[in-house]
């Protein structure tokens, strides 16, 4: 491992950009990093195995903050995350991915939460909305932060209206107290619900309270044929991960139920395998009920895959046509803080 770029001061944030293989992407979203309100930060690449190219395009920056952390082998995003948060020096880690982009108020915002917070034992992670953009269309995700009370899992994986992007916590918009880390990592086997999982374990063994600030603050590009380090896809594991999460306690029923409707059933091919498809109902009904909105999402993963993702595009235009809301600060544990 080689390390470059060290500033003796210690900074606010520290910044963590895994990246592999895509050197014109990453200089662009440490271009967002360093155009940041805040100058208290430090920006940590971690170059996920041998990349000479990347290595070289980094290399050019000047900017004493950005530190380069080159990776002997490949290891995935999990890896690469946990060994810049462990380099970090910063009192909160915030993650970019390095096809995504910060915008210019990001941290300052983010951090004005963080101090508007009421003083408490508990660490926090803050989190933002952001501002989607596909080939076809740009929209604000996620479409609606936590209501008091609700549950981490209940949030990440029960629906409450049509289309994708209900709710969610999308990796580039996480800041997060770095003490976290020294309870909970990443977990390096995993190649797919890693960011999930590791929210879940975080939040268990530490009792992590999350804050949305309810405004974008961060671009996440979608590219359907752009592969990024944490890709994968396997109903057989994401209904086992799901199960085991559940049998810890880590999900509730009825976040395990809306799970199997809408992330298991939907890659599973109805058409080859119907039987199994079929049995991811009663397999989630026999640990909770699911929404409305869950079922109609089992149910239109019988349409035709081209049929599917015309009906998503189509909603996700109507979404993106909605006003934005006001921005506020929300709280997915504490009512009183529910309204900023």
């Known amino acids: 491992m080689t390390t470059?770029?060290?500033?003796?001061?210690?900074?606010?944030?520290?910044?963590?950009?895994?990246?592999?293989?895509?050197?014109?992407?990453?200089?662009?979203?440490?271009?967002?990093?360093?155009?940041?309100?805040?100058?208290?930060?430090?920006?940590?690449?971690?170059?996920?195995?041998?990349d000479p190219e990347t290595a070289s395009a980094l290399a050019g920056i000047a900017d004493p903050r950005v530190r380069i952390l080159a990776r002997e082998r490949s290891c995935g995003a999990s890896a690469a995350r946990n060994h810049g948060a462990k380099l970090a020096r910063g009192e909160w880690v915030a993650f970019l991915d390095d096809d995504d982009e910060w915008l210019p108020s990001k941290l300052e915002r983010q951090l004005a939460a963080a101090a508007a917070d009421a003083p408490s034992t508990s660490p926090r992670l803050i989190t933002s909305c952001c501002l989607a953009k596909s080939p076809l269309h740009e929209y604000r995700w996620p479409r609606r932060v936590p209501r008091p009370g609700e549950p981490l899992g209940d949030y990440l994986f029960r629906r409450h209206s049509l289309g994708q992007g209900d709710a969610g916590i999308q990796t580039s918009t996480i800041m997060v107290e770095r003490a976290v880390f020294a309870q909970a990592l990443f977990d390096e086997e995993l190649r797919v619900h890693e960011d999930w999982e590791w929210m879940l374990r975080a939040q268990s063994r530490t009792g992590m309270r999350i804050l949305f600030v309810d405004e974008p603050l961060s671009t996440w590009r979608i590219e359907e044929h752009r592969p990024r380090l944490s890709d994968h896809q396997d109903w057989r594991f994401s209904l086992q991960w799901a199960q085991d999460r559940r049998r810890e306690g880590l999900i509730s029923g009825k976040a395990f139920a809306s799970f199997c409707l809408t992330r298991v059933a939907t890659a599973i091919n109805p058409l080859r395998n119907p039987l199994r498809f079929l049995g991811t109902l009663p397999r989630a009904l026999s640990e909770g009920v699911p929404t409305r909105y869950d079922f109609a999402t089992w149910l239109g993963a019988i349409l035709p895959p081209e049929a599917r993702r015309t009906a998503r595009r189509w909603i996700d235009r109507l979404r993106g046509c909605s006003a934005p809301l006001a921005p506020a600060v929300r709280s997915a544990e504490d009512s009183a803080k529910a309204s900023g």
């Open 4 to 50: 470059t770029g060290m500033n003796s001061s210690l900074p606010t944030v520290s910044a963590v950009i895994p990246t592999r293989g895509r050197p014109i992407l990453v200089l662009r979203a440490v271009a967002s990093v360093l155009a940041q309100t805040i100058e208290s930060l430090e920006v940590l690449v971690v170059i996920d195995g041998p």
